[in-house]
């Protein structure tokens, strides 16, 4: 009789600290929040939000200081967006290529070459940038200087494949092979319900991966650092020095005063940072929310 | 005839695709391990650096970094362990389930270096932990966190319903059911979880630059709340910033290959283990 008691005291405690467990996470989240929002807001006594957000300017040790950070969003947006021309294509085409081409035998094989390119360490991309790819662009393209905004874009394209490359695999898994037998069973080919049959249904799917993998684009930090040149000009150009949102941080956090302007505005651009990857991943949820419910 | 051709055109730049994501794996791996492998020797591994960081080897680096993933993982491993199993085996409300699962995705999806300037302004500054492997550990237990609750969740939810029933029906309370049950059927699944977690907390720089990394410290840390030289920051901080980094470029290499190796073998390993349990299921 005690010892039930004793299990049952013994289970609400056991739920209790589970629960609690689950509440970390949440609780993680709304502490990254004040905390970005503690250390940041401040800065708009010195900036508006307009002149923050718009400004052209990023002289943050001058006297004023000049605190426009829209160099480093035109700069992101520059590097995301070519790095997605490449990550697209090659996430969702080897993701196909897995899941609805290659022989079985190839399957196992091709997925754990994807899994391991995600776990190259950014740093070592960027190391990697930094020997082979920046001399090799510079003296391809006889540039006057190999860390570009392409060298970056390249290098985070590769990056965010695999990020792509694995929701879309989901996507194209989720589709009820019941479809394909359908479509192959009215006489088209193989590539032909591939197209019109599971490329279709599983489109929410693959903009789901494509906005994951522009959130993992955007976010990126040694890579860009280590290879994009770092210099904040207006507008970005393909093919010279950018500076992004994130190497910003990382380039000037470590020698600002606490609490002067400057290393307010680098919490505030972090705020920046994680609304955006925020509402993509948010965007990318619901996107991706469509297709588990088709399945 | 047509139809064949246009197949084969589309099949095969799938599989181009394919194939640049395997040459871009090839080729990233090839140059750093032929111009890395040169610089590996013994003394490499377990020297001190010397002559500010022009000669000898990495291994108050290595440690750090040693020391940084153990922390991670006794940080995230209970803590996300703990919430996977709430969210599989306990919590009833859909609701809540949901505003848990946004979030944990959301986390999921903050940003290295996001997680390195809240370490800065929560662990190090806050509560006063400073720099240290304390709050590189605690930064980065929160940033892997996401990943283990999901691959948790995942081998939790792979053991058959069956299993709880038929302990439930023997008078196991949940807990009892789950504990000697369902975790003995999941731990399999859930360490090849930690072991991916271990390799992405030992790989990062951006969340440990503020809160835990030193360009050079002249003796190893002696307590949690000393700070650390990590293997990647080691990398970045000598390619970009040391003394004549031109000239080290052989330790560089060394440095990246010694940290890639480590953890693509960790990957590589969740990988065939992962794929062994799937193929191994029994029910």
Known sequence: MRSEVRSRIGEHTVRWIMGACAG???????????????????????????????????????????????????????????????????????????????????????????????????????????????????????????????????????????????????????????????????????????????????????????????????????????VSGNSPTLPPVLGWPVRTLTATIALEMAETPVGSPHYHALFAVGGVLFLFTLTLNVVGELVGNRIRRLA | MNRVWSQRTAFALLGLSALAVFAALAVVLGFVTVRGAPAISWEFLSAFPRRGMTEGGIFPALLGTFYLVLGTVIV???????????????????????????????????????????????????????????????????????????????????????????????????WQAVRSVVLPVAVPGILTGAILAVGRAAGETAPIMFTAAAFYTPRLPRSPLDEVMALPYHLYVMATESTAFWRTRHLQFGTALVLLGLVLILYLWAAVWRARIRRRKRW
């Open chain 2, 76 to 174: 995230s491993l209970p803590l996300g362990v703990g919430a996977a199993i709430y969210l599989a085996e306990y919590a009833e409300q859909r609701s809540w389930i949901r505003v848990v699962r946004i979030g944990v995705n959301n986390l999921a999806a903050v940003p290295s270096i996001v997680f390195g300037l809240f370490g800065l302004a929560f662990f190090v500054k806050a509560l006063g932990l400073g720099v240290s492997i304390l709050s590189g550990a605690l930064t980065l237990g929160l940033m892997v966190m996401p990943l283990l609750i999901r691959s948790t969740e995942e081998a939790l939810n792979a053991v058959p319903k069956e299993f709880r029933e038929g302990a439930l029906a023997l008078g196991a309370t949940r």
């Open chain 1, 24 to 226: 970390v996470s949440l609780l993680a989240l709304g502490l990254i929040v004040l905390f970005l929002f503690r250390e940041g807001m401040p800065v708009f006594r010195t900036v508006s939000l307009g002149g923050f957000l718009g400004g052209r300017f990023w002289f943050p040790t001058s006297e004023p200081p000049s605190l426009g950070i829209l160099p480093m969003i035109l700069g992101s947006g520059l590097v995301t967006g070519f790095a997605l021309l490449v990550a697209v294509p090659l996430g969702i085409g080897t993701a196909l290529f897995v899941g609805e081409v290659a022989p079985a035998s190839a399957r196992n094989p091709l997925k754990v070459a994807v899994e391991m390119l995600a776990g190259v360490p950014s740093v070592v991309y960027g190391f990697f940038g930094l020997m082979i790819v920046v001399p090799w662009l510079q003296a391809t393209l006889n540039l006057p200087t190999g860390q570009t905004a392409l060298t970056a874009s390249l290098l985070l394209g590769i990056m965010a494949v695999p990020t792509v490359a694995s929701i879309a695999e989901d996507a194209v898994a989720a589709v009820p092979d019941t479809w394909r037998e359908a479509s192959l069973a009215l006489g088209a080919t193989r590539w032909q319900t591939l197209r019109s049959v599971v490329v279709p249904a599983a489109r929410s799917g693959l903009l789901a991966g494509t906005l994951l993998g522009m959130g993992r684009a955007v976010g990126e930090t040694m890579t860009v650092l280590m």
